[in-house]
């Protein structure tokens, strides 16, 4: 038997009650359904007026580093934020930049984003993508992307996301398992 995985869910929302937690932990369940996993899900809403005043890892309170180092200790991470002006949102941003230039090299990485309609799908190549690239995490092919049609109030509704949801997660545990069983150590070039 091996270890569960650790899967680290990240929500860039700056609302409660929020559909991009909802699609967050909707991902979160669907790898759960399929492997073995201890889960863990960090929400913005939470931890946000923490974050705010910071402005290097060292000022940050104990149980923000706390979650600084599960994010980094990962075996896989889903993000997910709304779209906000374009992009993600900046505390989303400002959490990212108190991780480690290194700690998340070869770890998958499954994006996901919502908005309120299609258009905004791009997010996840023309922002989030990018934004993990350069930490040399290894962003999974398929994203997760929902609007408000997919949603009745902040549950999952459409049939249609909770297919991609599962596929997502399907395609992800193939990559989660390959890299959970290389050493990080590996992946760096001196």
Avoid: C, N
């Avoid at 990240?10 to 699609?23: D, F």
């Avoid at 974050?51 to 580093?65: H, K, S, T, W, Y």
């Avoid at 200790?73 to 959490?95: E, M, N």
């Avoid at 480690?100 to 994006?111: A, C, F, N, S």
């Amino acid at each position: 038997m091996t270890a569960p995985y650790r899967v680290v869910a990240v929500s860039g929302s700056l609302h409660e009650p929020s559909k991009t937690t909802a699609l967050v932990r909707a991902i979160a369940a669907a790898v759960a359904e399929r492997a073995e996993v201890e889960l863990e899900v960090i929400e913005l809403t939470d931890i946000g007026p923490s974050l705010a005043g910071a402005l290097r890892r060292d000022q940050l309170p104990a149980g923000i580093e706390e979650k600084l180092l599960a994010i980094e200790a990962a075996d896989l991470l889903i993000v997910g934020s709304p779209v906000y002006r374009a992009s993600f949102t900046g505390l989303f941003k400002h959490l990212f930049d108190f991780v480690g230039q290194y700690e998340l090299v070869g770890k998958p990485v499954l994006l996901a984003a919502t908005g309120g309609g299609e258009r905004h799908a791009l997010i996840i190549e023309h922002q989030l993508r990018p934004l993990f690239a350069f930490f040399q995490a290894l962003t999974l092919p398929l994203g997760v992307y929902a609007s408000d049609t997919d949603f009745d109030g902040y549950v999952i509704a459409s049939d249609v996301l909770h297919a991609r949801i599962a596929l997502a997660a399907e395609r992800a545990l193939p990559l989660v398992g390959y890299a959970a069983s290389r050493p990080a150590e590996q992946l760096l070039v001196s």
